[in-house]
């Protein structure tokens, strides 16, 4: 009966083992600098964009935070640059590697500004224009690094795949795409995005 049970018990643990599941971060300083940074920049006030680059590119990323309801309105993939052009990466898809360098094609991080709407090549056919407000992104402009769409982009989960590389710009699904833009067409100030690592 010992046996029985030590083997009852054994097989439970073995094939009912799960993986931990990750605990969603908490974003609570950054939500506020951010919505500090927007009052005393004449940013728009009622939601930003924040798009964590440490999370898996099969997993959602970008976040559209409400300042009003302090929750996420909106989520989904994003696309991180190769930065392979001036040194070799092979861990480029699991990891968003940062650099400000022209023709680096890599990703940026830091505050931007959200500009001009724009017409693209890609995706939907719209592009908002990146404004990099630091050190660490002031040449995006320079490299063209723009938010977009791309039909390559899924516009749902795909874990543990990857999401495709870009040459740095933060590209979306179409779908989601279109709902950024009818967000951005509806406020007046500029609207800050940031990306964090």
Known sequence: MRK????????????NHTPPVDDAKDYTSI?????TFCKEN????????????SIHSGKNRFFVYDFKTKKVSQQNLVTHGTCDVFETNPEKYKKAK????QDSHCSMKGKFKIGKR???SWGINVKYWMHGLE???NNAVKRVVVLHSWPAVANEE???????LSWGCPAVSDEFMVVLDEKL???????????VE
């Open 135 to 137: 050190s660490s992104n």
């Open 158 to 164: 795909i874990y543990p795949k990857y999401s495709p």
């Open 118 to 120: 724009d017409y693209s």
């Open 4 to 15: 029985f049970l030590l083997l009852f018990v054994l097989s439970f643990v073995c094939c």
């Open 185 to 195: 067409k509806t406020v007046e100030q500029p609207v800050l995005m940031w990306i």
């Open 31 to 35: 939500h506020n600098e951010a919505l």
């Open 98 to 101: 940062f650099s400000n360098k």
């Open 42 to 53: 004449q940013m728009n006030q009622d939601f930003y964009f924040l798009i964590d680059m």
